[in-house]
Every structure is written in structure tokens, then in C-alpha cells.
């Protein structure tokens, strides 16, 4: 489903830095945190439940709803809205649940 | 003025068991429950259908409670014919992983005692670390060995509270919540609960409100020997599934979240957390899971166990206000199945329970109360 973003500063940031989400470069600004800052792209659902698949993005912004789970440099599950920005985060969606990979290769 | 059969005062997994196993035979039933202030048990269970090392030199306990276990499947059945909810039972059997040599000897010690308590039909097996790993992947180093049987298992004790809730409401039990009972009074024709200005009448009542039961149990002259044990539980992120069997230590849920718990506390009522004791249930997990060191934990929660004055349950036919029932355990999902289908049944007049002969009130007469016993 398109969707155009709602969101809107009320003032312009003093200044922005680039992140990547899924590969695809993203200006945003720099005194926000990571949540904020992928609201203000028309992204979608920036996460898959692990319970059901059914999609989400942020929603509470203060720590407690979860919805916000993003994979950042590679370390699943962190929550967005407890982080702030920072130039040349690599951003994905979160699918599912974290793979521990116990019981994998290379496995003690 | 409110008029019921019976009357069940408490809204945990006990009372609500019981609730349910009375609305099967037909009963009018009300519940009467707590706020959301309450202590509330139920909330804050680790979900373990336990059988294991449970009723070591109480042949009676260990026996009611693998009667339970091997109604759960039909308990289940029932539940999710009646409101559709899956309350994830799985039964694949339990691990209690043992991280010294001394906890290893002590647990076998107890599994020894309890398989000959029943001739022999006891099934358990002692697992070295390679063989343990085999059935465990991701087994820590610091994990000397560990103890299995076939007849543990785990539920999600927040589904199975949901779906007796809804199994009741479908069955026509009143459930009141929000009120707190400030006396009872007994007539030739029953029971009259107060709760502010609100009248509850019954002839038969049963206290199932877990550590109120003592100040409820008082209000009818009986004095009902519980106090709280604290226990603490960890929950991490979520993980895909790494861990099908329920451990005593580390419980991972049909939702991907880990359970990390198991510690004992006597510190009154405070269910609040410490740092220290989670450190300690961190660190534990840790060296049963090596990996759980690279995840995090995402809340926290400390809940009062309710034990009795020797840490078994309490089923209670009053003598001195007949028609009046106490319940009491700290055991609310391994017995739910018993308490549904069997304690029920004897609290409505409908079946004699010798099983349960044993855990009458009288027992506690001149015993000093102990802090803990599994």
C-alpha cells in the first residue's frame, strides 16, 4: 500500500545525516531519534511481527509497543524510537524473530 | 442482594480452575475478585506444568500432581472446545539442568526416593553433557549434567488465565471483579459475603484467593498457614525457536520470548525486582545458554509464590462452617487440570477425592512453617 508520510517538522532541522534503509540512501535529520527520522520517509511498515508476520512501524515512541523493531548494523530487534540517529546506519525491516543460530553451524 | 450455588473468592488460576470445573457440572457459580492492585500470582507465573523432584517424602503431592499432568491433555481439550483459545500445551517432557555436581547428586538423590515411592513407575534419566547436548543444542560448558522425565511440560500460564476466563463467561459463571470481601457471615441457609456495600449469598463458598486466604480464612476461625516467596522473572527479545523443552531455569514460550527465573526469596509482600537477584538469574541462564549472553532482556517482573506453613496445597473441607472450602497451592498450572476435574467434582458433593485426603488444614497443628519447599 503507497502511503505518503504524515509527518511533518514544524521547524527545519539544523542539520541531517545519511542513513541507509534496505539498502536505499535516506537523508534525515540528525537531532531526532531513528524512528522519528524513518518517519519522515514514506517507507511503510518497517517491521514484520514474529508472531504472525502482520506488518508495523513505529507507534508508541516511547519504548513500550515494540512496533518499532529494525535491524540496525546488523543487530536485530533494537527498538528505533530508543535510539538516536547516526550518520551511515545501515537500516532493515525486522522479520520475524531473532535467529540465535543455536544449534547451527559453528555451534559449541 | 446477589444469589448464587457457589461462590468463589479469588480470579487466579486457582479459583478460576475450580469456577470452571463447577460450571461443567452445572453449577451456578460467581467469582469475586481483586482489583488490579491485587497481588495476583497468576500474572506472574513462569508457566511450567512441573512433575519433577516435586513430592520428594510426600508421595501424596508427587502422585496428585502427575494426576493432574495426565488430565491436562483433556483439560486442554475442554478449554479450546469451549472458547478456541490454544493455550500452547506441549508435553515433551522436562529438563532441570544442574550447574555442580552437588545440585546433580541432590536432584538424583530425589528422583531415586520418588522412584521408589511408586515401585518403580518413576520414569526419569540422568544426562551427561554430551548426551544433553544431543537433546539441547547450545548447552554451556558450565552445565555439569541433568535430570529428564517424560512427565513435565509447559503451557503459557497468561493464555490458560485468558481462556478460563472466557471458558467461564461461556459457561455462565458471574465474574466480579474489582471488589475485595471485608466479612462473611454464616446463616442456617449459607454464606453472606460483604464487599463495600455490595451483598453476596451462597450456600457454599470456596477461598481460593491465594495468599488472602488467610486473612479471608480467618474471618470463619481457621487459620490457613500461607505467606509469600518471591520470584523473579527475566524476559528477552524475541528468537526463533531454539528450545522446545521446558527447563527449570530457561523457558522459551510459543511466542519466541525466554523465561529466565527460579529464585527464591522470602521478603514478605514485595514483589518488586532487585538488581542483584536478576543479575543472578542472568548469570545462570548465561551458563545454561552461552549464547542468551548476546540478547536482551526486554522486562522484568518480580510475583509472590503462595506457600503454605510445609509448601504443599491446602484443600480444606471446613469443619467448623460447613459448605465453606479453602484452597490454596503454589502450584496454580500443574494443578489446574486436578482442580477442574477432580477437586471440583468433590467440592460439589459429586465424588469422594482420597487423593487429597492428605493436604486437610489439620495438619498444620503445632508444625513450624518452613520458608520453602519445592
Known amino acids: 500500500m503507497p502511503t505518503e508520510t504524515l509527518f511533518r517538522r514544524l521547524q527545519l532541522a539544523d542539520k541531517y545525516v ?9 537523508t534525515v535529520p540528525a537531532d531526532v531519534s531513528l524512528a522519528a527520522a524513518l518517519l519522515t520517509h514514506d517507507l511503510g511498515a518497517t517491521r514484520e511481527s514474529a508472531i504472525n508476520g502482520r506488518p508495523g512501524a513505529a507507534y508508541c515512541m516511547m519504548g513500550v509497543c515494540f512496533e518499532c ?5 546488523g543487530q536485530a530487534n533494537c ?7 547516526v550518520e551511515g546506519m545501515r537500516v532493515r525491516r525486522q522479520r520475524g524473530a531473532r535467529d540465535l543460530l543455536i544449534g547451527g553451524q559453528g555451534d559449541e | 442482594m446477589h444469589k448464587t450455588d457457589l461462590i468463589v473468592v479469588g480470579g487466579g488460576l486457582v479459583g478460576m480452575s475450580i469456577a470452571y470445573g463447577l460450571a461443567l457440572l452445572g453449577r451456578r457459580v460467581t467469582v469475586l475478585d481483586e482489583g488490579d492492585d491485587a497481588l ?24 496428585w500432581t502427575r494426576q493432574s499432568v495426565a488430565l491436562w491433555p483433556e483439560f486442554n481439550a475442554l478449554l479450546h472446545a469451549d472458547t478456541g483459545i490454544d493455550v500452547h500445551l506441549r508435553q515433551p517432557g522436562g529438563f532441570q539442568l544442574c550447574l555442580s ?70 459457561r455462565g459463571v458471574k465474574i466480579v471483579n474489582g471488589l ?12 453472606e459475603l460483604r464487599a463495600g456495600e455490595q451483598r453476596f449469598c451462597a450456600e457454599h463458598l470456596v477461598l481460593a484467593a491465594g495468599l488472602g486466604n488467610r486473612p479471608l480464612g480467618a474471618m470463619l ?5 500461607v505467606r509469600p516467596n518471591r520470584g523473579q522473572i527475566l524476559v528477552t527479545e524475541r528468537l526463533q525457536p531454539f528450545l522446545q523443552y521446558p527447563t527449570t531455569y530457561v523457558r522459551q514460550t510459543d511466542e ?28 545462570r541462564a548465561v551458563q545454561c545458554f552461552p549464547r542468551l549472553g548476546q540478547v536482551r532482556m526486554v522486562r522484568a517482573w518480580g510475583a509472590l509464590r503462595v506457600l503454605s506453613a510445609d509448601g504443599y496445597p491446602i484443600y480444606e473441607a471446613a469443619h467448623d462452617s460447613p459448605g465453606a472450602f479453602v484452597v490454596t497451592c503454589h502450584s496454580g498450572v500443574t494443578l489446574a487440570a486436578a482442580h477442574a476435574l477432580r477437586l471440583a467434582p468433590w467440592i460439589a458433593g459429586e465424588a469422594d477425592e482420597p487423593a487429597i485426603r492428605p493436604f486437610n488444614l489439620a495438619r498444620f497443628k503445632g508444625m513450624r512453617e518452613v520458608h520453602y519447599a519445592h
Open chain 1, 69 to 73: 523493531l529494525v535491524e540496525v548494523d
Open chain 2, 256 to 283: 519466541g520470548t525466554v523465561q529466565l527465573g527460579d529464585s527464591l526469596e522470602a521478603v514478605g509482600f514485595d514483589d518488586r525486582t532487585s538488581s542483584q537477584v536478576m543479575s543472578e538469574i542472568a548469570a
Open chain 1, 79 to 85: 527498538q528505533a524510537c530508543l535510539i538516536q540517529v
Open chain 2, 101 to 170: 555436581d552437588e545440585e546433580l547428586a541432590e536432584e538424583t538423590r530425589r528422583l531415586v526416593w520418588l522412584q521408589e515411592a511408586f515401585d518403580g513407575d518413576y520414569p526419569f534419566e540422568l544426562l551427561d553433557p554430551t548426551q544433553l547436548k544431543k537433546r539441547i543444542p547450545g548447552i554451556g560448558p558450565g552445565v555439569v549434567g541433568a535430570c529428564y522425565t517424560p512427565m513435565d511440560g509447559h503451557v503459557n500460564p497468561l493464555k490458560l488465565l485468558r481462556a478460563l476466563y472466557a471458558a467461564c463467561q461461556t
Open chain 1, 18 to 26: 545519511q542513513i541507509e534503509f534496505e539498502g536505499t540512501p535516506l
Open chain 2, 180 to 191: 475485595s470481601v471485608e466479612g462473611i457471615d454464616q446463616h442456617a441457609s449459607g454464606f
Open chain 2, 40 to 63: 495476583r500470582a497468576a500474572r506472574g507465573n513462569f508457566g511450567l506444568l512441573w512433575v519433577q523432584g516435586k513430592g520428594y517424602r510426600n508421595a501424596p503431592y508427587a502422585g
Open chain 2, 221 to 225: 476461625g481457621m487459620d490457613v498457614p
